[in-house]
């Protein structure tokens, strides 16, 4: 997957794509494979509402309906960084939340496959619709239950979760593969920060990192 998409940059200018750009790596995203999946990928492409098309390239989250957004750029960046751990390249990965299909695009840029899981229906249509559109042909869709996982197309080098549960689902952990990654936000509204837990031969080893503000993980299917 070359992430060469159908749209091209989709930035409004090259002082908009380099200001986004030059933000970025002052917050610490210089992964170069990120930083060019960034480049590659339209946020305001993945912002439903026209009207906020002008702030797709702000540090903000925005909104999405149902009651979701899309992350902030710094919280993909970061979280992608995370993810790759200084390879080039991912193997499989299990997204939970698929959300507006920003954080899917930009895995799929840089995984060998991306298997996406969303409760809301009407939000996973919407992304697969703009990813196909895109031409990103390396992710396969699920409307279903984050908390049970995909466990028939396990295991996977990373799993990553895009809304924060109240604690790390015991599933999901076990569909990572060995010296596989789990991270994402967890804890109550109110607190949370990002784990990261990794699978070794002997179990797993949890590590914190900083504080976030994502949705709630929810089990219910719409």
């Not at 009207?51 to 899309?70: E, M, N």
């Not at 390249?89 to 899981?117: N, P």
């Not at 994402?184 to 002997?202: E, H, I, M, N, Y």
Request: proline share 6%; glycine share 10%.
């Amino acid at each position: 997957m070359s992430c060469e998409t159908q749209l091209g940059i989709g930035f409004t200018s090259d002082r908009t794509r380099q200001r986004f750009l030059d933000r970025l790596v002052a917050q610490g995203i210089v992964e170069p494979a990120v930083l060019d999946a960034f480049k590659r990928i339209p946020r305001h492409y993945f912002v439903p509402d026209p009207a906020l098309h002008s702030r797709a390239y702000d540090d903000i989250p925005l909104p999405i309906g149902h009651h979701q957004t899309v992350s902030q750029p710094y919280i993909v960046g970061l979280m992608t960084e995370m993810a790759l751990r200084g390879a080039s390249r991912l193997g499989r990965v299990l997204e939970i939340g698929t959300g507006s299909g920003y954080q899917t695009a930009v895995l799929s840029c840089l995984a060998d496959k991306v298997y996406t899981i969303e409760r809301i229906g009407e939000l996973l249509d919407s992304a697969r619709e703009r990813l196909l559109t895109l031409g990103i042909s390396n992710v396969e869709y699920r409307h279903g239950d984050g908390y049970l996982g995909w466990p028939g197309r396990g295991p996977y080098d990373v799993i990553l979760l895009t809304s924060a549960p109240p604690q790390i689902p015991f599933r999901l952990l076990q569909q990572l593969a060995v010296k596989g990654r789990l991270l994402g936000p967890v804890g109550t509204k109110q607190q949370q920060r990002l784990v990261v837990a990794d699978r070794t031969s002997d179990g797993f080893k949890e590590s914190l990192g900083e504080a976030v503000r994502f949705v709630p993980m929810l089990k219910e299917i719409v």
